[in-house]
Nanobody, 125 residues
Framework: VQLQASGGGLVQAGGSLRLSCQVSGRTSSSYAMGWYLQVPGKEREGVSCIGADGSIAYADTVKGRFTISRDAVKNAVYLQMNNLKPEDTGAYLC????????????????????WGKGTQVTVSS
């Protein structure tokens, strides 16, 4: 199984980006996917996750600004990021959890089965 994250870039504060995570090597879409923010010198933090049943969770810091969605046909998950802030800067990694459950363990990043490489998001003030 491979995960490929894309869509990062450099934007000004208040701008938007749409991240994509393409899953390959797994035909079933019955997984949960999480997005995580990695900043050098800081602990990785969960941003959002979406379960196989469509359940969704967001970190408090992004509620109302970010929207997670999935396309089962394309086997991909997206993170629409609006009203970006400088503190959103970092590498965004996607990961899947094959039980299909978006729960606290997935948001904490402790129950993931496969990880992709990150896509860098830089928000200038």
């Amino acid at each position: 199984v491979q995960l490929q994250a894309s869509g990062g870039g450099l934007v000004q504060a208040g701008g938007s980006l749409r991240l994509s995570c393409q899953v390959s090597g797994r035909t079933s879409s019955s997984y949960a996917m999480g997005w995580y923010l990695q900043v050098p010198g800081k602990e990785r933090e969960g941003v959002s996750c979406i379960g196989a049943d469509g359940s969704i969770a967001y970190a408090d810091t992004v509620k109302g600004r970010f929207t997670i969605s999935r396309d089962a046909v394309k086997n991909a998950v997206y993170l629409q990021m609006n009203n970006l802030k400088p503190e959103d800067t970092g590498a965004y990694l996607c990961a899947i959890e094959t039980r299909g459950i978006c729960d606290n363990d997935v948001m904490m990043g402790t129950a993931l089965d496969y990880w992709g490489k990150g896509t860098q998001v830089t928000v200038s003030s």
